[in-house]
């Protein structure tokens, strides 16, 4: 493996932009990945059936039981090598019946009825929905997954706080006590990729709930986590410290939180809240998985996949539908143009990534008592869009070796070979407890993600928010990685 | 120029991946314009008022006309240095009122009563649609721009061509004689730019009427020249040769063009078409023209633009609404960091790309005879998508000094810099009658592509289709290039 790379760096380097003979081969092979995909691409309407039919699959729920099962048939209707499904415990969150956020304020009352479009670049889509309505307003919201429910309705006046310093000098100042408090840091706009502005503000929603507790507040509403300025909430997991009260969460609109925060003078605003979500005990589940023997090194995987669970808003379908279904569709891909695999390729679909990462952990744990040795594992799990590279979780030798691939990729626009985190799903295979898969190389899928969290954990994230030949470019590419990963690792 | 050009060659092969002083500068010069158009931007606001105030922008229509003074009030009223309407004749078509396509087939009705979802992979959208309806289906479809009408009712049976030969084949038998003409050659899926595609099927809609009348065609159908199978004609426009008999055209949309394949061979099938469009005398418009005055080179141009029309589908918001928000959007970015430029920047929204380019006629006579010598000029005609690069029209030795700016603009993920065509309304400053500008650089921004035929002249056209950060981006990556442009020419 390290001999060839370093071959090819060397060559690369010599000849740039041509390409070597081995390249030249890999280059015709390729070509013929994408062709299958963008002309015969399974993908897109298998996405489809998985989103019209089976909608969100939260963790537990029975709708993501029936879409696993779903999953299987699917994949055994392909007739790859071994089609399984792997068990493993999931928690139970369960939103319930009752879901209300409100809100009275004199003062939004007479900025409802002041409202005019000429006010400049703020979006006031929440204002021109309510301007005409009664005094009491319901506002777009949804609990946070894992919130517990507000035994009744919580009812109290709001408290802004804009960042964590805020959120200390307010605290320590006994401002928050009693509080509804909204966390109101906003993405940073200026991050040109929305992961990284996501990471920057996703604070508030994992650990908002307990940060707040910490100064007496009753309850927290997070600004939800997108670029979008809009109407709809956008849950996502929190976690509870144990030592500390648990109040409720809840995501608000962004044009809410806009909303709110405008009107955060009034002294008479008060927020109520009604939430009847709770835990139920744990329940088995299952990853699905499908497997191509390797002919060289069968006992050797490459892995790859996406998450199946999803949030019960919206379909799941960019979150992480689409990921799935890249990793299905790769499979298959080689499969159709008559690959034989040197190692064994595994796609798999991981359960319960966004509540738990239960099924990545049965995952690995499996591995490790099986002693499935994994040289490689790639995960997809940032939307469906145009796929522009891949994040490496790898010493940097190892990185530069993986970028002489590069103009086998930029015919079709890959271009992004990044030092990086893989994933949550594949993260335990290598930096668990176990040591077996210590030195394997992870990856990550990089398509572009402008309008990634405008769908993210939303309402919105349905099938008609995936493009086809988006969707069929990223299982092309992860194809054609899968292909160059198989051809030169275990070369030495 | 040459010599800085060939300086930061070399020294950027020498310290690649660094950057040299100069370019730190830019760097620095470059975040801020991308920070202001990511968290201020204007280009999306303006596109909404554009788009929701004024709708579709079609040559010689009256909503063209008061779109156009919007156009100016709204450059006057950001205080760019000068405003100006630029008169030009425009061709005026009209659609007229009645547009009408139907088909009649005994096939088609067993087809539907037949029709189940299992079908596999091909897009059934309109059977779906129709298998509960009578026997005759109005189909979705719509006149090319310039047809001329039917005069009355046309019927016949159809003919179906999948390519030139095919159709050189059975005119030459006499078999398209009394026939409707659906001309079905698809994209070809495998080109990863979807302009690849676009330009290998777009014969069919420009020139296919004549093909077919050539051998008695009565009327012609063209596939929509889209990568989506839906439900959506897409009109554009279409040519006809004086000495032949000129037939009427229409887009059907793919699902239609789809199924209409699948029963070519009913010879029971009737199509009927009624068109009452028509093509009244010329009427004068204006380009939109907005300038900051250069500090040292005042008489030399760098000129940026979109064309201000669009077809009547739709809102002409990516085609190409979005281009000429990226033009006003860049020269605003640099006004407001308080740039002063050193040759004048000038932003230009031309009118009546779609049909006749007048308006870029109009540009360019008045450039030569002005004595308006353009150093530069950047079109924006290819959607508001997450910019990807540039298309470049000059000698191999320009674009590879441009491509030494590549590490300036690869933190905005800007990676390509391509040979190739600038576009419509910029190529007759450089490759028209007057020589004054024949050795001007010609710069196309490339938005990433793979979205854009869903909605290239057709009804999905509309704002809620364009993103907010890929507009603002596409902005930022113009404002970019404009700046290393004005810092770079003319330092010889």
């Known amino acids: 493996m390290k001999i060839q790379w370093f071959s090819w760096l060397i060559t690369g380097a010599l000849i740039f932009p041509g390409l070597n003979a081995q390249q030249a081969s890999d280059s015709l092979f390729i070509r013929r990945i994408f062709d299958e995909a963008l002309v015969n691409g399974h993908a897109y309407k298998k996405l489809e059936e998985l989103c019209k039919g089976y909608g969100s ?6 709708q993501a039981e029936r879409a696993v099962f779903w999953a299987g048939n699917m994949l055994r209707s392909y007739g790859f090598d071994t089609v399984m499904l ?4 999931v928690p139970r969150w369960q939103r319930g019946g009752t879901e209300l956020l409100k809100v009275s304020s004199p003062l939004l009352n007479k900025r409802l009825r002041q409202f005019n479009d000429t006010a400049g670049w703020a979006c006031e889509a929440l204002e021109e929905r309510y301007r005409k309505q009664a005094s009491w307003y319901t506002l777009p919201a949804c609990a946070l997954g894992g919130s517990v429910g507000s035994n009744g309705i919580i009812s109290g006046r709001m408290c802004v706080v804009n960042s964590q310093t805020e959120l200390q000098t307010l605290g320590k100042a006994g401002k928050l006590k009693g509080c509804l408090v909204l966390f109101n840091e906003p993405f940073d706009e200026t991050k040109i990729s929305t992961f990284s502005a ?9 650990n908002g709930a307990s940060m707040a507790a910490r100064y007496g507040a009753l309850a927290v509403l997070v600004r939800s986590m997108s670029n979008s300025c809009d109407l709809h909430p956008h849950t996502g997991v929190m976690h509870y410290v144990d030592s500390l009260p648990k109040i409720p969460a809840m995501a608000v ?3 809410v939180a806009n909303t709110l925060a405008a009107v955060a003078n009034d002294r008479d605003l008060v927020l109520t809240m009604h939430l009847d979500c709770q835990t139920l005990p744990d329940r088995q589940s299952h990853n699905a998985i499908a497997e191509q023997r390797g002919a060289i090194f069968p006992q050797r995987y490459i892995a790859f996949g996406g998450h199946f669970d999803s949030w019960d808003q ?3 379908a960019h979150d992480d539908g689409a990921g799935c279904m890249h990793a299905f569709e790769a499979l298959r891909l080689l499969k159709a143009l008559g690959y034989t695999p040197r190692h064994t390729l595994r796609c798999v679909f991981w359960m319960n990534e966004e509540n738990g990462a239960r099924g990545a952990a049965a995952y690995a744990d499996h591995a490790a008592v099986a002693g499935e040795f994994h040289v490689a594992a790639i995960e997809s ?3 469906g869009f145009t796929p522009r590279g891949f994040s490496i979780d790898a010493e940097d030798a190892r990185i530069d070796s993986i970028k002489t691939w590069a103009p086998l990729l930029a015919p079709y626009g890959i271009h992004l070979f990044e030092k990086g985190g893989a994933g949550v799903d594949v993260a335990p295979l290598k930096h668990g407890p176990s040591s077996i898969n210590r030195g394997m190389l992870q990856m990550g899928l990089i398509p572009d993600s402008q309008r990634y969290f405008d769908y993210h954990h939303a309402e919105t994230d349905v099938f008609e928010s995936v493009n086809r030949r988006e ?3 990223g299982a092309a590419t992860l194809a054609a990685m899968i292909y160059l990963l198989d051809q030169s690792l275990d070369r030495d």
Chains 1, 2 share one sequence.
């Open 57 to 62: 699959r939260l963790s537990g729920s029975d």
């Open 86 to 89: 792997q068990p493993c415990m």
């Open 198 to 206: 996501y990471g920057g503000c996703v604070y508030q929603r994992v």
């Open 253 to 255: 609109a962004t044009s």
């Open 314 to 316: 919206g379909e799941g």
């Open 381 to 383: 799990d940032r939307g």
């Open 471 to 473: 969707l069929h470019l």
